[in-house]
Nanobody, 122 residues
């Protein structure tokens, strides 16, 4: 199983970016998916999460500007980021709770993408 994130880059304050993250491999089911971010010298924090039923949860700092969505058929999660601010600058990591199944064994664990850098200039 792997999560492949894309879509980061450099943008001016007030601009927009869209992140994507696709899960692939021996996947039986994907439960919740989400995005975290980590700025230099800070801890990794939740940005947004979306359940398997499509219910979103946002951090207070992003709920009015970011939108999380998913394409469950393709095990992909998106993060549309609008009205970006310099304080949004961070490495963004996608996350998914994935169920795998082998003969006689069903496992559930958390998986992380490799991180994609978002830089917002003032």
């Amino acid at each position: 199983v792997q999560l492949q994130a894309s879509g980061g880059g450099l943008v001016q304050a007030g601009g927009s970016l869209r992140l994507s993250c696709a899960a692939s491999g021996n996947i039986f089911r994907v439960n919740g998916m989400g995005w975290f971010r980590q700025a230099p010298g800070k801890q990794r924090d939740l940005v947004a999460h979306i359940s398997s039923a499509g219910s979103p949860v946002y951090s207070d700092s992003t709920k009015d500007r970011f939108t999380i969505s998913r394409d469950s058929a393709n095990n992909t999660v998106y993060l549309q980021m609008n009205s970006l601010k310099p304080e949004d600058t961070a490495v963004y990591y996608c996350h998914a709770e994935i169920v795998t199944r082998k003969p006689g064994v069903t496992s559930t664990r958390n998986w992380w993408g490799q991180g994609t850098l978002v830089t917002v200039s003032s």
